[in-house]
């Protein structure tokens, strides 16, 4: 396949580059950079210093003699996008380049405005790409599983049926997010649900839930490789900063009650998910979802494991319930469904103790370079 990841430089896109590369696919990343800015310019960068994109696709050639084509440009920008999809035709694109932070689209007016324009166009610019140029190119978009909220009901598969006055029907989930970023990706997926009805697009909408992890068997082969790795308010997911905060005496930013539940994965599983879903694409017309979790945890259970496990490897954590910052509910219902990635092929990596411990020691060979202010700032729904 030709595969065009947009986002490449990303958390999730370098590794997905490097894992479709490695499979033997031909692979096209892009990016703007706008994480390492944003980062940057917040004061908030990641734990790990990753030579840029360009130097990453020179030193993957090294190690393993094959080719990933980077091109930095902002997917907004119409003309760039349709530029990569005129040269290179793409079997499937990965649509990885949003801003993906609820707290960055939280801080303020044009932040929010940002995000909603920065995701909705991409997404936008992305659909018509696909049909002037490769229709039947496959997108694989990644939403979240907070677009569904937490309702107190179960959580189906992107899809329910309705029995209403004796009719039924089948509609999208009922979702209700609970910040203005997980807001763009509902309206992300109303797009591409517009759009596959009116011009029969072939789309997976992948309801993933917060990763974590920083090993992969790609970047494991050359320390430059790493993803990304993030521990601040603003950019990390949960149990990467809790590990950063147990090394370094920081008692576990727990926000409230802590019972906030759920779906977790592991890096390892968002790539397997993601070469699962392109190996074995929608068809025409069709908006497949999938929600793209391994198991589900409470805030609260989180901090326990990183507390049991940096125990046992010699930390002294600590872990304290904050004034939550944020407005979402404390204690709730939460039963999603998660079967499908299962069906195509998905072989869990769950979080063992054994994840843990791998986590703890990569981390500490780096921890000189954790900046304690980025932890936690508070930042207000
Ligand atoms: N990491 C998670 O836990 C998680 C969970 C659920 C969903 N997601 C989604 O997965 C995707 C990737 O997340 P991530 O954690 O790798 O984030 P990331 O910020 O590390 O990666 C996104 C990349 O896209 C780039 N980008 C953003 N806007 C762009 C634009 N207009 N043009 C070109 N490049 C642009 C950024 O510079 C960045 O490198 C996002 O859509 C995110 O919402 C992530």
């Not at 030193?59 to 930095?72: G, L, N, R």
């Not at 140029?133 to 309702?151: A, N, Q």
């Not at 006055?165 to 999208?172: A, H, Q, V």
């Not at 759920?262 to 694409?281: F, H, S």
Request: with cysteine.
């Amino acid at each position: 396949m030709r595969v065009l990841v947009l986002g490449a430089d990303g958390y999730l896109g370098w590794p997905t580059c490097m894992y479709f590369s490695r499979m033997g696919h031909e692979v096209i990343g892009a990016d703007n950079y706008f994480r390492r800015n944003a980062a940057l310019a917040l004061d908030c960068e990641a734990l790990i210093p990753t030579p840029n994109l360009l130097q990453r696709a020179k030193i993957w050639q090294q190690v393993i003699e094959k080719k990933i084509a980077i091109h930095i440009g902002d997917v907004t920008n119409h003309e760039f996008l349709l530029s990569l999809f005129r040269a290179y035709h793409p079997d499937v694109v990965i649509h990885y380049a949003e801003q993906p932070s609820a707290p960055y689209s939280m801080l303020d007016r044009d932040k929010a405005a940002f995000t909603i324009q920065n995701n909705l166009l991409s997404t936008l610019n992305i659909v018509y790409a696909v049909k002037e140029v490769s229709p039947d190119c496959h997108i694989i978009k990644l939403g979240t599983m907070g677009e569904y909220g937490t309702p107190n009901i179960d959580i189906e598969e992107g899809w329910i049926q309705i029995q209403h006055k004796g009719k039924k029907d089948t509609f999208l989930f009922p979702r209700q997010a609970s910040s203005l970023y997980h807001t763009t990706k509902i309206q992300d997926t109303d797009l591409l649900w517009f759009y596959v009805r009116t011009w029969g697009l072939r789309v997976t909408d992948l309801m993933q839930g917060p990763v974590y992890g920083i090993s992969t068997d790609d970047a494991d082969m050359d320390e430059r490789l790493i993803p990304n790795f993030h521990y601040d308010e603003i950019f990390g997911t949960v149990l990467n900063r809790f590990i950063v905060q147990a090394i370094i005496g920081y008692p576990l930013t727990v926000y409230g009650k802590g019972g906030q539940t759920r779906g977790y994965l592991n890096i390892k599983d968002t790539l397997q998910c993601v070469y699962l879903a392109a190996t074995q694409p929608a068809k025409p017309g069709e908006l497949r979802i999938f929600n793209q979790i391994s198991e589900s945890f409470s805030v609260n259970e989180l901090a326990e494991k990183v507390k049991i496990v940096g125990k046992k490897l010699g930390y002294d954590v600590k872990i304290t319930h904050l004034e939550n910052p944020r407005n979402e509910k404390e204690e709730h219902y939460y039963n999603p469904k998660y079967t499908g990635l299962l069906k195509l092929g998905l072989q869990p990596q769950y979080l063992t103790d054994g994840v843990l411990e791998g986590m703890f020691g990569i981390v500490e060979k780096y921890k000189n370079n954790i900046n304690r202010d980025a932890i936690f700032r508070g930042v207000k729904w």
